[in-house]
């Protein structure tokens, strides 16, 4: 009994695992950038996302540098070419417009929009 609960504790513990590395991804930004309020650094971050009801998700977002930071976004799914991130300069300043993952693409609210 007690090796059969064991099993059983170790492949729940297995499946929230995979079901964590499932809602991530992590992604390059090539110069600092702008999302919302929240200054990211130039480097390799990870984005984590719960599941969710409706389209509106808070991204967590972990820096190279360790910093973790959360961003409001519009979560809209469905199957992307390729993962990677948006960019638009607007002033000066470089947001992140949108980050896309193979299952879905954020929208982050910054009060700009991606140049076409």
Not at 26 to 35: C, E, K, N
Not at 60 to 74: E, G, M, N, R, S
Not at 105 to 111: L, R, S, T
């Amino acid at each position: 009994m007690k090796r059969m609960l064991g099993f059983a504790l170790l492949f729940i513990l297995s499946s929230v695992t995979l079901m964590a590395a499932k809602n991530s991804q992590t992604f390059y930004l090539g110069s600092d950038v702008r999302a919302g309020n929240i200054q990211l650094p130039r480097g390799i971050c990870e984005a984590t996302w719960g599941t969710t009801s409706g389209s509106r998700v808070q991204l967590t977002i972990k820096t190279d540098d360790k910093k973790t930071v959360t961003v409001p976004a519009l979560m809209v799914e469905g199957k992307e070419d390729r993962a990677g991130v948006v960019t638009s300069v607007v002033n000066g300043v470089t947001y992140l417009v949108e980050l896309h993952t193979r299952t879905a693409k954020f929208v982050f609210e910054n009060g700009t929009e991606a140049s076409k």
